[in-house]
């Protein structure tokens, strides 16, 4: 079994920037994908980005050129760079290998 535990997210004003966690436990980190969603009030949960084990990456256009995703498999760690916020980027943000799911962390961009 793997754990996901994200963190980093908070409070920033539109414009700023946040660098989201996703810790994993187990050995395995660096043989599979992992995915960001997120989900804001009264919507569907939405893809955001991926870091395939490749470490190419992959991301929704609505975040193209704002959001980074990176990984350092010696940390069991995938990051989310959020740049150039919006307030449309508040939601509950999520990691994911494709089987387990983090607990979410809360982003909410001021404005």
């Known amino acids: 079994q793997v754990q996901l535990v994200e963190s980093g997210g908070g409070l920033v004003q539109a414009g700023g920037s946040l660098r989201l966690s996703c810790a994993a436990s187990g050995r395995t980190f660096s043989e599979y994908d992992i995915s960001w969603y997120r989900q804001a009030p009264g919507k569907e949960r939405e893809f955001v980005g991926v870091?395939?084990?490749?470490?190419?990456?992959y991301y929704a256009d609505s975040v193209k050129g704002r959001f980074t995703i990176s990984r350092d498999n010696g940390k069991n760690t995938a990051y989310l760079q959020m740049n150039s916020l919006k307030s449309e980027d508040t939601a509950i943000y999520y990691c994911t290998n494709g089987v387990y799911w983090g607990q979410g962390t809360q982003v909410t961009v001021s404005s």
């Open positions: 870091s395939f084990s490749s470490s190419s990456t």
